[in-house]
């Protein structure tokens, strides 16, 4: 009887560094994880020690590995990571400087320096993406910038999740999920964009070559096997950008699938079948990739999602248990009271442009206790993300949502499912999944190892729970009238008033 094989998927993230191995039907058969070695020498700023994360994600295959009965059953790895972060390397394969963080915001100079000289519209005309200081050109202008004898010994930069790649299997190539973060990728001819690169000052030549997602590159060095309990016939892969692997284990990777992922914020994206061109996407905040199943993809979302439901509890709920708030929001009618909620707790979210929106809960009346609080807080949530979606829409005026799946840690709010099925007045697909960025790589080894013949055979093999939540047709009729005679009102009509507050915050004198 012939052994299953495994696949394995690392999941290489801010906090923590997973190595997990699967059966092709995505049933978790070994799981370890090790912390993300991250320094934060002041504010804005944040690196990695490339070695450092080597040697954790080394601890993390390592721990993994000894739980399996025959390690020989590992058929393939790849890697997902964070995007935005990226290790140069010398010639010999040794970093020349630290990681810089996803989130490190030191290039915000190097950014405004882009937008001068080339204009924000057309980086996003060209790349599919806003110009925002985390981006990969953003970090080697830099490097250019303030530590020129590092990036004169660099000859390649490589991403978060190629560099891990590169230090199993030795091969310095890139794919087009982990290039859409970059600025540098020129996102209709799917290569780099010399022009770019060239007119900054830099050589294209520090740029590696890019395969699809899933394309083999080689096999465990016999060094990493000896480190990790890995065997040296695992084929080693192209891995990806961690949301949009996510997205590929969930299925998300035809036109009309969206995944609704509810974390502390949340993630609304769509798999795409073009590039959209109008400046006016990117002015509101909604960024373009290329999917690791082939095609594309347009990210939305809330920034705080629960972490507006986090921040109500601690304060509005002084403490209170999650399941005791729920109850109180289940025993108050759709619409609260008459109490509205904007969820822009940090900024306004992507459909907006306007980052000194503020969060703001109207219709107060002496009736209006913590539990209509409570729940005009996710009905808020639950049309905010509506709205996203449907300023997104008309710039893709022959997609139909077909297929909602729902995910992540908010999916346990049973009460925010209910209401978020009537809101999109959509059935919702709540998807029970441990780990879904890291089976979304394993699924990407699997393609390069032959596993698989096809991400459709990929997709269809994988296995988990579905529940299906469906929109209350009297909820949904009301919520329809709401989001369209209130809530769309809402945001216009406190605009000014809270740019005065702004304004008065930055004068107060």
């Avoid at 699938?257 to 400046?279: C, I, M, Q, W």
């Avoid at 998807?431 to 699997?446: C, N, P, Q, R």
Wanted: charged share 20%.
């Amino acid at each position: 009887m012939a052994v299953e094989p495994l696949l394995v998927g690392v999941d290489f993230g801010t906090s923590h560094i997973k190595a997990i191995a699967f059966t092709p039907e995505g049933q978790i058969v070994a799981h370890a994880s090790a912390p993300t070695p991250t320094v934060y020498p002041q504010p804005g700023w944040a690196y990695s020690d490339p070695d450092a994360v080597w040697s954790q994600t080394v601890t993390a295959l390592r721990t993994m590995t000894a739980q399996l009965d025959d390690p020989r059953r590992v058929a393939a790895v790849a890697v997902a990571s964070v995007g935005e972060a990226g290790t140069p390397i010398d010639a010999a394969g040794r970093p020349t400087y630290p990681m810089i963080a996803w989130f490190d915001t030191r290039t915000k100079e190097q950014a405004e320096q882009l937008r001068r000289r080339f204009g924000a519209d057309e980086i996003f005309r060209r790349s599919g993406v806003s110009l925002q200081p985390i981006f990969t050109l953003c970090k080697i202008l830099w490097l250019q910038q303030h530590e020129p004898e590092a990036l004169a010994r660099t000859v390649r930069w490589l991403n978060a999740a190629d560099y891990l790649t590169f230090r199993l299997c030795g091969v310095a190539a890139s794919e087009f999920s982990l290039a859409s973060r970059t600025l540098m990728l020129d996102i209709d001819r799917l290569c780099w964009n010399v022009e770019l690169v060239e007119a900054t000052g830099l050589n294209p030549a520090l740029l590696p070559p890019l395969l699809p997602s899933g394309t083999r590159l080689g096999s465990v060095l016999p060094d990493v096997a000896a480190q990790t309990g890995l065997p040296t016939h695992a084929i080693v892969t192209t891995g990806g950008h961690d949301h949009v692997c996510g997205a590929m284990a969930l299925g998300v990777t035809q036109p009309g699938a969206v995944l609704d992922s509810l974390g502390t914020a949340e993630a609304l994206f769509l798999a795409t079948d073009r590039v959209l061109k109008d400046p006016e996407v990117g002015h509101c905040g909604y960024a373009q990739g290329v999917h690791v199943s082939g095609g594309y993809y347009i990210l939305g979302g809330l920034y705080t999602s629960g972490a507006c439901i986090e921040w109500f509890r601690e304060t509005i709920g002084a403490g209170l248990d999650y399941g005791a708030l729920a109850e109180e929001g289940e025993a108050v009618s759709p619409g609260s009271l008459g109490v509205y909620f904007l969820p822009h707790l940090r900024t306004a979210n992507p459909g907006y442009d306007d980052p000194r929106s503020r969060a703001t809960f109207v219709g107060l009346t002496f009736d209006a206790r913590r539990g209509a609080l409570y729940r005009a807080l996710l009905e808020g949530l639950a049309y905010e993300a509506r709205y996203s979606l449907d300023t997104l829409l008309p710039y893709l005026p022959d997609t139909r949502i077909e297929r909602i799946v729902a995910t992540g840690g908010g999916t346990r709010n049973r009460l925010l499912m209910r209401i978020k099925a009537s809101v999109y007045n959509h059935p919702l697909r709540v998807v029970s999944i441990d780990e879904a960025t890291a089976l979304g790589a394993a699924m990407l080894a699997g393609l390069g190892a032959g596993i698989y013949t096809d991400v459709d055979t990929a997709v269809q093999s994988v296995c988990y729970t579905v529940s299906l939540v469906e929109p209350e047709p009297t909820a949904a009729t009301f919520y329809a009238r709401a989001y369209e005679q209130v809530y769309r009102e809402l945001y216009p009509s406190v605009r000014n008033i809270h740019h005065a507050i702004g304004n008065l915050l930055e004068n107060k004198e």
